[in-house]
T-cell receptor, first 114, second 112 residues
Framework: GAGVSQSPSNKVTEKGKDVELRCDPI?????LYWYRQSLGQGLEFLIY????????KSGLPSDRFSAERTGGSVSTLTIQRTQQEDSAVYLC????????????FGQGTRLTVV | GENVEQHPSTLSVQEGDSAVIKCTYS??????FPWYKQELGKRPQLIID?????GEKKDQRIAVTLNKTAKHFSLHITETQPEDSAVYFC???????????FGTGTRLKVLA
């Protein structure tokens, strides 16, 4: 495939609803990251998958956030009972095998909770 | 825990001048230090990286220096141009199965 693909590109949801954000990494990349970027802010680490290892969930802000990576490829970030403070751009990135090679970012999903 | 500090948070320079952005890291086992550029509304993209076995790397107008003893690394942009205006992020990683830790970003404005 071309690059890291995320869907949807934009999502508007009502407060209290659940949302699912999808990330298709570059084929063959075993490392996958989710970051959150609030308006004008930095890259807030959420979760990291590396191959078959247990994911590093240390950045998830609350138990409303969860993520899965099925078959070592596609990943879904789920936010339950969305709150207005969840509004942000959610960026996914993938890298080949190890975290000392370039991470390629997707274009992000802009989530707006109204 | 692991941490990367980045300074300054904003930087304005006149076109043609140089810009320097500095980062410090806490994990002494870090051995890979990439820099990403994020233009407004776009995804972050790698512009240069350095591994711990070298002290400096250059690519045209961009250079990165690494001081392992002091645990800091810097991005240098010479002869800045308006298209250099963006947010720049530094990061550090141990490699292997360890994640990247990103700095908080520097918003660079190049004034024409």
């Amino acid at each position: 495939g071309a690059g890291v693909s995320q869907s949807p590109s934009n999502k508007v949801t009502e407060k209290g609803k659940d949302v699912e954000l999808r990330c298709d990494p570059i084929s063959g990349h075993t490392a996958l990251y989710w970051y959150r970027q609030s308006l004008g802010q930095g890259l807030e680490f959420l979760i990291y998958f590396q191959g078959n290892s247990a994911p590093d969930k240390s950045g998830l802000p609350s138990d409303r956030f969860s993520a899965e990576r099925t078959g070592g490829s596609v990943s879904t970030l789920t936010i339950q009972r969305t709150q207005q403070e969840d509004s942000a751009v959610y960026l996914c990135a993938s890298s080949y095998r190890q975290a000392n090679t370039e991470a390629f970012f997707g274009q992000g999903t802009r989530l707006t909770v109204v | 825990g692991e941490n990367v500090e980045q300074h300054p948070s904003t930087l304005s320079v006149q076109e043609g001048d140089s810009a320097v952005i500095k980062c410090t890291y806490s994990d002494s086992a870090s051995n890979y230090f990439p820099w990403y550029k994020q233009e407004l509304g776009k995804r972050p993209q790698l512009i240069i990286d350095i591994r711990s076995n070298v002290g400096e790397k250059k690519d045209q107008r961009i250079a990165v220096t690494l001081n392992k003893t002091a645990k800091h690394f810097s991005l240098h942009i010479t002869e800045t141009q308006p298209e250099d205006s963006a947010v720049y992020f530094c990061a550090a990683s141990r490699g292997g199965t360890y994640k990247y830790i990103f700095g908080t970003g520097t918003r660079l404005k190049v004034l024409a």
